[in-house]
Every structure is written in C-alpha cells, then in structure tokens.
C-alpha cells in the first residue's frame, strides 16, 4: 500500500477544488479539511486517501458538498485514484455498512439525497472507510479514508453555507 499525499498538497493539486476565486479554509480537523467558495457558492469538506493499493493515476479523494443556492446539502462524491472498468460495481465500505455508488471513470457519487443521508450518518460513527472496484485495466483499486475529524468538518462544511443561501 502506497501513503497518500498530505492534505494541504492534495489541495493545492486539484484542479476541481482549485477555483479562479480565493476559497476560505473553515478548518482542517485531523485528515479532513473544510472550506468556502463564495463565487459558486458552495462549501465542502474533503480528504486524501490515508492508503491506496498500486499506483494512483489521479489524485484521489472524497468529499461532502454544500450548494445552498441549488438547495444540495450534504452530497457525498469520491475521485478514485484509477478510472474504474465500464459497468464495474462501485462499493463503498463504512464501518459494517456497505454502500453501491453510482458514477463513471473515476469519479463515484450516492444514487440519491437518502444515501448521500445514510453514507454521512455512518461516516461519523466509523473509523475508516474504504472504496473498491476494478480498474479499467482489470487491477484492484481500494481508496482508504480515516475518518477522524470528518464528522466536524462536515459540520464546518455545512456551517460555512448557512448564510450563503
């Protein structure tokens, strides 16, 4: 198993996270970071894998977005570090819960406001999490998150959009 990058490079290298407008960091607690982007606007808390097996092609990770003007509260996304097989199932474990995730390539999301729900509620009572499926060339791929600290910057997250809706 390869570490993962350290939280502040893994902001500094995302494109997706990065935006033309400065973001506001609310907070990192342990492995997880929370911030505010007032242009979008939208606030979110967000982590690098602690592990993952093989070589990373992107830079993973997983996050829970806020977007208080399309009324989206609590949207779970992860970037896996492989584009994933064409039809390959994508599962995500938390605890003793097991959760299949929609998505495409390397990128995976809950199929809907009620998972996004049950993922968060799980996410703050379990010590790690853990993303698997099959890469698009056939490997493993298996993104491990710790969770320590994620329950706060979710709440960071959710705090930071309570007035820019």
């Known amino acids: 198993m390869r570490r993962a990058p350290s939280l502040l490079l893994l902001f500094a290298a995302l494109p997706a996270v990065a935006a033309a407008a400065p973001r506001t960091a609310l907070g990192v607690f342990d492995g997880w970071g929370a911030f505010r982007d007032p242009a979008t606007p939208r606030c979110y ?5 602690a592990a993952t097996i093989g070589t990373p092609q992107v830079k993973a990770y ?29 599962r995500l474990t938390i605890g003793s819960r097991r959760f299949i995730l929609t998505g495409n390539g390397a990128h995976g999301w809950a199929s809907d406001a009620r998972m996004d729900a049950a993922i968060i509620a799980a ?7 853990s993303v698997e499926s099959v890469s698009a060339t056939g490997g493993s791929i298996a993104d491990t998150y710790r969770l320590r600290g994620a329950a706060t910057a979710i709440d960071a997250a ?3 959009c309570a007035s820019l809706g």
């Open 45 to 49: 808390a967000i982590a690098a894998p």
């Open 62 to 90: 997983a996050s829970v977005g806020y977007w208080p003007k399309s009324r989206i509260r609590g949207q779970f996304y992860v970037r896996l570090s492989k584009a994933r097989r064409a039809g390959g199932e994508l």
């Open 123 to 129: 996410m703050r009572s379990a010590p790690s999490m």
């Open 158 to 160: 959710a705090l930071g």
